[in-house]
């Protein structure tokens, strides 16, 4: 069973992201920075990647910057050498969804812009969205769907979104919303297992059309339980890490379903099938209640 490590608890007051945030967190390869007047009020150094806070001239943030900021770098110092880091990262802050949609068009609550490794977003410090930045391919034009793309951004941050308001508050972290009425990624796979509704994968291997065709209750969960399972349960396995972001690499460049399935077995070194037989073994067992203790 996967718990959260000591560090992510430290930083589980990063991002408050619901259902409808995620339905929309897909990230974009769009060039035009954010419109308005923004200001840079804090940096960080980590790693060689420069975190930089931005927020809106006058506009007073929720949280302060430097606390805010601090808890992504403490994200970044945990998870980023396993992946690229860039050498800047800007993050905008947004007081509101409002605001956030008439400044960049997008209504959402949330977004990674690849191509200027920025994050938008109107939480005070949104590790899923930064999670992009560092997971995604380096090269483009940007094949893979979200399976994959939300399958590792989920990985590093669900246990942030998934615990509800009396698991918060035994652990001493801030109240928010739990997302998919406050269970774990692993308990809503197991629940649409057994509802028999829990999304096949090969479907979902390539390109976003299979994705785009299912409640985000049902994939964003999968995805998230599925490459967490892949990764290891339980504990960090730097090995398995970076066999899955040379898969990400190397299926990028497929052009077809059957393209992504030849390199996940070549790099995972079992197919997705078999993958997937011994994930739903898993769910089986599954115990969302201990899970939470």
Request: hydrophobic share 45%; with cysteine; aromatic share 8%.
């Amino acid at each position: 069973m996967r718990r959260p490590s000591p560090l992510r608890l430290a930083i589980s007051a990063i991002a408050v992201v619901t259902a409808l945030s995620l339905a929309a967190c897909a990230p974009t390869s769009r060039t035009e920075p954010p419109r308005g007047d923004w200001e840079v009020v804090d940096v960080v150094s980590v790693h060689g990647t420069e975190l930089r806070y931005l927020t809106i001239v006058g506009v007073e943030p929720t949280e302060p910057p430097a606390t805010a900021n601090a808890r992504l770098a403490a994200f970044l110092d945990e998870v980023g050498p396993a992946w690229r880091m860039p050498e800047t990262i800007d993050v905008y802050v947004f007081p509101d969804r409002a605001t956030l949609r008439d400044l960049t068009g997008f209504d959402t609550n949330g977004r990674a812009l690849l191509e200027l490794d920025a994050v938008i977003s109107i939480h005070a410090a949104d590790a899923h969205e930064v999670a992009h930045l560092l997971t995604v391919p380096v090269e483009r034009p940007l094949r893979l769907g979200g399976l994959w793309l939300e399958g590792i951004a989920m990985y590093y941050t669900w246990p942030e979104v998934y615990f509800d308001e009396a698991t918060l508050a035994e652990r001493g972290l801030p109240p928010r919303l739990g997302a998919w009425y406050g269970m774990t990624v692993h308990g809503n796979a197991q629940a649409a297992l057994a509802r028999r509704e829990l999304p096949a994968l090969a479907p979902l291997a390539h390109g976003n059309r299979g994705w785009n065709a299912l409640a985000d209750t049902l994939t964003y969960p999968a995805a998230g339980s599925f490459v967490t399972h892949l990764l290891g349960a339980g504990h960090t396995d730097l090995a398995r890490i970076a066999a899955f972001r040379a898969f990400l690499e190397d299926a990028n460049r497929a052009a077809d379903a059957e393209g992504v399935l030849a390199s996940f077995e070549r790099h995972m070194g079992l197919t997705l099938a078999q993958a997937e037989g011994l994930w739903h073994i898993f769910l089986a067992d599954w115990d969302e209640a201990a899970a939470r203790h």
